[in-house]
């Protein structure tokens, strides 16, 4: 038997052969791609997250078990949809106009996959009407809005606003060095998140 706690611990330690090599094995042996990806990938990312949280890991630990789990989510993907595995939730993240930084963004992508998201990425220095528009194609039901200077914060707040403003029902999450909870509140957005693994935690809720 494919053993889905090797491919989980495969993902924790970032070792991308033996993730892909487990979760191909599961595959093989006939092992729904639903519990592959629940009991291997989510639970090795929900490991690196708690330990994210506490600081037993650092950002490059988090990247390098996220492409492990990219690579194994590759190979699942396919069989989740022939499967008919719904995603818990689609999310669009990106970067706010005239940001460049995509670290924090990147992570917070990585951990949605990780925990079953659909994700749209949007890429960095985004308009807010390029917020609005790529949310209504891709159907998102949050947003992440993603910063690292001070100098665009205003930014999230135009594009919280375009987003109130387009009807859209959509839940809105920001995060980045210079953000807060009170700035969160005062620009109107639904949920904020200090980092990767709380954003994944914050978008369940709004989902609800």
Do not use: W
Request: charged share 20%.
């Amino acid at each position: 038997m494919a053993d889905l706690k090797a491919l989980s611990d495969s993902i924790i330690k970032g070792d991308q052969k033996t993730a892909v090599d487990v979760t191909k094995a599961a595959l093989e042996e006939g092992m729904a791609p639903g519990t592959v990806l629940a009991d291997g990938l989510i639970a090795g990312m929900n490991v690196i997250g708690v330990r994210f949280k506490a600081n037993e890991v650092y950002i490059p630990e988090v990247l390098i078990a996220a492409r492990a789990m990219k690579m194994a989510m590759e190979i699942l993907e396919p069989k989740l949809a022939e499967a008919g595995v719904e995603p818990i939730g689609m999310a669009m993240v990106g970067t706010v106009q005239g940001d460049l930084h995509d670290i924090g963004k990147n992570l917070v992508v990585m951990m949605l996959k990780g925990a079953g998201f659909k994700v749209m990425d949007i890429g960095v220095d985004v308009a807010s009407d390029a917020f609005v528009e790529k949310a209504k194609e891709c159907g998102a039901q949050v947003v992440g809005l993603s910063t690292l200077l001070t100098t665009t914060m205003p930014a999230m707040e135009k594009t919280i606003q375009a987003i109130k403003d387009s009807g859209l029902n959509v839940k809105t999450m920001i995060g980045g060095a210079p953000v807060t909870q009170a700035y969160a509140e005062k620009i109107g957005a639904d949920g904020y998140a200090a980092d990767a693994a709380t954003a994944v935690d914050i978008a369940k809720e709004l989902l609800n």
